[in-house]
């Protein structure tokens, strides 16, 4: 574990004050409310990435289904129409036309598949006329006109008409060419017609393909330019996105960092030696809670050092004190002086609110009051004040042979409470014990909640140690005193029956002095001779 020290400067100045500075709005929102903010710009972003791609998705897929739907489905079917037309033309030709050198069955067969290839054209004409022609879709020809080429659509219309109609013209022309050539007179001039209106029907077709690819060509350009607007919008809301983010996330970082630090060099200054620090807390976020704690923690440490000296001189005159009651216990051999003593003395030495020693009856059940402080010492002291053993603070001391503490009576249940004593607030019962015997207690009272600490329980185990030696020792010249008297007295009555002249005498004497020794109202002799039946008795 490291170690930390502070060394206080006598020339430290006097105060020092940092601010945590901050965005205001930043500093009033908790850091879970900070990262909350940073995911939904950041899935705002994703959303709105999402989004600009759908929408531009859905425009480039309408600008490739017109390219399919209107362009090239209609493109390979006219081609297809045309390579039938080309077919029919090349079985209209000198090599393959029919005439009357063929026979009826083999001109049968070419009208035959000619009719079936023009079947085939018309019904791609037809359909081409009803559901592929652009004037069926408005939304196509918005985009024409929005792209200023609606003349497209209006060129379409017209070849599309020219292509109706001349492939109608050629088709009454090879009807009336088939009718000669079955008639057995084929009508070659019929024949040149109806070959020169195909070839028209056929040129009207490359002018509707051509048509059409400029179409395909116009959707593919809007196609590509919505594809590029697409990555347009979607790189645009992509940066808006990231800066957004990266501006939040900078806001945020600066606004912790920057006050940690501020916070950092507060409490190198506090380590220096500089007590007098501070921060000024704007916002409501778990760094400006942080510089309150720093505040409170700064305050308590000034606090603490301020009252270090005052402490310790405390603690310096207490052990003082706790030398002079020791000091004055080693001089009085008296036991009621010595308790009495011992009270006034830890009373005025630490300023406690009472105190008073209980000391153990000779049946050892009871905690007899010897000695109190004020006129609620005396007051008890006169009433015979004692506690059962094990009952309330001072019986479980004695009970347990260990001082109990209690920073706050109001707050023990078993605490007995006092009424010549209303004032107490605290309270310690620390056992006199001598060797493994517990001779009594020593009770303190105080007028504050926690007014007594464990270094006032230590000091009191040591007084009451003292005391317990001291009881001893007043108990022990106590002792002897009465021994000796007691030996001057039996030498004295010794004396006195040697001095008499005859048994009477000297029952008389010893009946008369033991009487006054022991305190008795009557004291007599009994004497009976052997073989007598009454004894005659002297006092």
């Known amino acids: ?9 006598k020339d430290a100045p006097l105060h020092r004050r940092f601010t945590l500075s901050g965005s205001g709005f930043l500093t009033n929102i908790s850091m879970a409310w900070k990262l909350a903010l940073m995911v939904f710009v950041l899935v705002l972003g994703i959303l709105g990435i999402a989004l600009a791609a759908y929408f531009s998705l859905q425009n480039l897929r309408y600008h490739l289904s017109n390219i399919y739907d209107f362009m090239l489905i209609p493109i390979v079917a006219i081609n297809h129409a045309d390579a039938e037309l080309a077919d029919v033309l090349i079985l209209l030709n000198e090599e393959n036309r029919p005439d009357e050198a063929a026979s009826a069955a083999a001109n049968a067969k070419s009208f035959e598949e000619i009719e079936s290839r023009e079947a085939s054209a018309s019904e791609t004409i037809t359909l081409y006329a009803t559901d592929w022609v ?12 929005d792209a200023g080429r609606l003349d497209l659509q209006v060129q379409e219309v017209r070849v599309l008409e020219q292509l109706i109609s001349t492939f109608e013209e050629y088709k009454l022309v090879r009807q009336a060419y088939s009718e000669s050539v079955q008639a057995g007179r084929p009508d070659s001039a019929l ?15 490359q002018e509707l393909i051509d048509i059409n690819n400029q179409f395909a060509d116009l959707s593919n350009e809007q196609a590509q330019a919505s594809y590029r607007q697409a990555l347009l919008y979607t790189g645009t809301i992509l940066s808006v996105s990231l800066l957004l983010g990266f501006l939040l996330s900078y806001l945020i970082i600066i606004s912790i960092n920057s006050r940690l630090g501020e916070l950092i060099r507060s409490a190198a200054a506090i380590q220096e030696g500089h007590l007098d620090q501070s921060v000024a807390v704007s916002g409501r976020d778990e760094v400006s809670q942080l ?15 301020d009252t270090l000296e005052q402490r310790l001189a405390d603690r310096t005159k207490a052990l003082a004190a706790s030398y002079e009651v020791s000091r004055r216990l080693s001089t009085i051999l008296d036991q009621n002086q010595l308790v009495l003593e011992v009270v006034e003395q830890v009373k005025s030495a630490f300023n406690y609110y009472h105190a008073h020693i209980y000391l153990f009856d000779e049946a050892q059940e009871y905690l007899v009051m010897a000695g109190g402080t004020g006129e609620a010492g005396q007051t008890m002291l006169a009433g015979g004040h004692k506690i059962p053993r094990g009952k309330g603070l001072v019986g479980r001391a ?3 042979g260990v001082p109990v503490l209690v920073p706050d009576v109001s707050s023990d249940t078993s605490w007995l409470p006092n009424p010549l004593l ?9 056992p006199i014990i001598l060797g493994e015997q517990v001779l009594g207690v020593i009770d303190i009272q105080d007028d504050a909640v926690g007014g007594i600490n464990e270094a006032d329980a230590d000091l009191l185990q040591s007084i009451a140690s003292q005391i317990a030696i001291a009881l001893q020792n007043a108990r022990s010249y106590s002792a002897s005193q009465r021994e000796a008297r007691r030996e001057a007295q039996i030498n004295a009555i010794s004396q006195q029956i040697q001095q008499t002249t005859n048994i009477e005498s000297a029952l008389q004497i010893a009946v008369r002095e033991l009487g006054r020794v022991l305190g008795a109202q009557r004291a007599s002799v009994e004497l009976r001779l052997p073989g007598a039946g009454d004894g005659q008795a002297a006092g």
């Open 191 to 205: 024949r040149i017609t109806t070959s020169e209106k195909l070839s028209t029907v056929r040129d009207r077709l």
């Open 422 to 430: 209303p004032e107490t607030r605290s309270e310690l019962a620390v």
């Open 291 to 305: 510089g309150l704690t720093f505040n409170d923690m700064a305050s308590q440490l000034k606090d603490s050092f």
């Open 134 to 145: 652009t004037t069926v879709s408005p939304e196509f020809t918005e985009q024409l006109r």
């Open 398 to 400: 004695a009970d347990s």
């Open 1 to 9: 574990m490291k170690s930390h020290s502070i060394t206080v400067s």
